[in-house]
Each structure stands twice: as structure tokens, then as C-alpha cells.
């Protein structure tokens, strides 16, 4: 526990060393939760009635900035973290410190350990395990974000979405990252049951802690460091 500690206050000092870039970090989701809260309003405006699709103005509202807080508790800078370290090499030591590969991600988290959160750390460090077979980063994070944002319901509700399309979206892990939390919060029915959801997220944290271990065995197995 003592070592988790360690390495969570280490991320917390990484963070910090260039304040500016922290800064200005913290300050750009605020701009886009600023954007969504006056297309919603808009939207509202525009509809005329007093729901959309079942939601009200006031339960969007509060939606909204419950999403937005699920949905940014894992910040660019440290989702993107493990993908530079690759890039440019400092990935070498993670695999010489002696706690596991993936325990050192979660370390960085330490506040935010709720199962949504657990299974978005796990979606992130896969992805980023996968700049191990190319030359860049940014198509892959931009590729998982596009897919984070829009069918977790971060942009858009899913109980919003075309009902062929909700019922594809929950057979993905995404939803159970913001969707789902912010429904049980705001009371909203589930697609299905609140045990059968636990269960979801919890069968999602397992197929990829199953894929992150096969990755990086095979990553493991065939990585060589040069210099001393």
C-alpha cells in the first residue's frame, strides 16, 4: 500500500511540473461543458415542449455536469500519459519499478476508484498499449476519445439515441463509464437491472484487464531496451 501511495504522489508531482499546460488543462473542459449547457438550452428553447425524447430541461441540466464530472475525472494529460512514455522511451521505468505494470496507472487515481472510472482506466491503458505497434499516439487517443464521448453519453444522453442505436450502444462498455452512473444518480430507469448492471461493469473490467495482461505479455516478451 505504502509503494501505491508513492507512485500516486509521483503522477501528482508529474502533473504539476509544468503548470501552465496544467492549467490550461483544467481550465478547457469547463469552456465545453459552457458549450453544452447553452446548446441545451437551445435545444429546449427551439423544441417548445417541456421534454425531450422524456427529459426535461431541469433533469438535462443536472445530467449534464454529472456527465461532465464522470466523463473528465481522467483528465488529457494522464489518460495520454502511458502513450508519450512509449513514444519517447520513458516507458522503461514502469516495467524496472517493482509494483506491477497496470497498478501503477491506477495509482494515479487513487480518488476516483468507483468501477466506471476503474473501467475507463483500463479502456485507456489498452489503447495505449497499442502505440507499441506504431509510430505515433495521437490517432489512437483521438480514435478512442471520439468513441468515449459519444457513446458513453458524455455529449449526448444515450436514452436519446435511436432505439437500434441505444441497443448497440449497451452491448459496448462505454456507456457503463458515464451513462449509467449518471442514471442511477439522477434515478432514471435502466436498461436493465441495477444488480445486472453492476454485473456489466464488472464483466467489462475483467475482459480488459484479460486483454491488457495478454497485450502486455506479448509486449513484454518482445520489447528491447538499449543503454544503461
Known amino acids: 500500500m505504502k509503494k501505491f501511495f508513492t507512485l500516486t504522489g509521483i503522477s501528482i508531482q508529474k502533473l504539476m511540473y509544468y503548470k501552465t499546460s496544467f492549467f490550461l488543462n483544467l481550465l478547457t473542459p ?29 433533469e438535462m441540466f443536472t ?29 522503461v521505468a514502469r516495467c524496472i519499478r517493482p509494483v506491477s505494470f497496470l497498478s501503477q496507472a491506477v495509482a494515479a487515481f487513487v480518488p476516483s476508484l468507483i468501477l466506471s472510472v476503474l473501467l475507463r482506466i483500463l479502456l485507456v491503458e489498452v489503447f495505449s498499449l497499442l502505440c507499441f505497434f506504431t509510430t505515433g499516439h ?29 441497443r448497440i450502444t449497451y452491448l459496448t462498455p462505454f456507456p457503463y463509464m458515464v451513462q449509467v452512473p449518471a442514471a442511477v444518480l439522477l434515478g432514471k430507469e435502466l436498461p436493465a437491472g441495477l444488480l445486472q448492471t453492476f454485473f456489466l461493469q464488472i464483466f467489462w473490467i475483467g ?12 509486449i513484454r516478451y518482445n520489447m528491447n531496451i538499449a543503454g544503461g
Open 30 to 58: 469547463f469552456l465545453t461543458l459552457a458549450g453544452q449547457f447553452l446548446l441545451w438550452n437551445a435545444l429546449y428553447g427551439l423544441q417548445g415542449a417541456g421534454s425531450i425524447r422524456g427529459m426535461t430541461r431541469q
Open 63 to 91: 445530467y449534464v455536469p454529472i456527465a461532465f464530472v464522470l466523463n473528465n475525472l481522467l483528465s488529457w494529460t494522464t489518460e495520454n500519459a502511458l502513450s508519450r512514455e512509449i513514444r519517447n522511451g520513458t516507458v
Open 138 to 166: 495521437f490517432g489512437i487517443s483521438w480514435t478512442r476519445i471520439a468513441l468515449c464521448d459519444f457513446f458513453s453519453g458524455a455529449l449526448i444522453p444515450v436514452s436519446l439515441f435511436p432505439g437500434w442505436l441505444a
Open 207 to 218: 475482459v480488459f484487464l484479460f486483454v491488457h495482461w495478454r497485450l502486455f505479455r506479448r
